[in-house]
Nanobody, 118 residues
Framework: QVQLVESGGGLVQAGGSLRLSCAAS????????MGWFRQAPGKEREFVAA????????DYADSVKGRFTISRDNAKNTVDLQMNSLKPEDTAVYYC???????????WGQGTQVTVSS
């Protein structure tokens, strides 16, 4: 199975920015649709953003449109999430997701904590 390792989480004040990164190994990266999900305390895991295999199409949750940007580099096997204008409501564990477009199997990273203070 593909392995996903996330980095870049941390503590930031409201209005600040963070950049998350996900490094993939053990699979053919360009076979995967990549995405980011998050889970806040007491809430279900929710969709944040996704990007197609070649990076031509992106999708965002309404709550993050205009503030977050997802990107991928297939040569480096990485996916990033640039988060700007952060709000306390963005506080959550953020998970990298890979969906194999050939098999429809999903893989998940271990998660990275993002905390936005007021």
């Amino acid at each position: 199975q593909v392995q996903l390792v996330e980095s870049g989480g941390g503590l930031v004040q409201a209005g600040g920015s963070l950049r998350l990164s996900c490094a993939a190994s053990g699979g053919t990266f360009d076979n995967y649709r990549m995405g980011w999900f998050r889970q806040a305390p007491g809430k279900e895991r929710e969709f944040v953003a996704a990007i197609s295999r070649a990076g031509a199409y992106t999708d965002y949750a309404d709550s993050v449109k205009g503030r977050f940007t997802i990107s991928r580099d297939n040569a480096k096997n990485t996916v990033d999430l640039q988060m700007n204008s952060l709000k306390p409501e963005d506080t959550a564990v953020y998970y990298c997701n890979a969906r194999n477009e050939l098999t429809n199997y999903n893989f998940w990273g271990q998660g990275t904590q993002v905390t936005v203070s007021s």
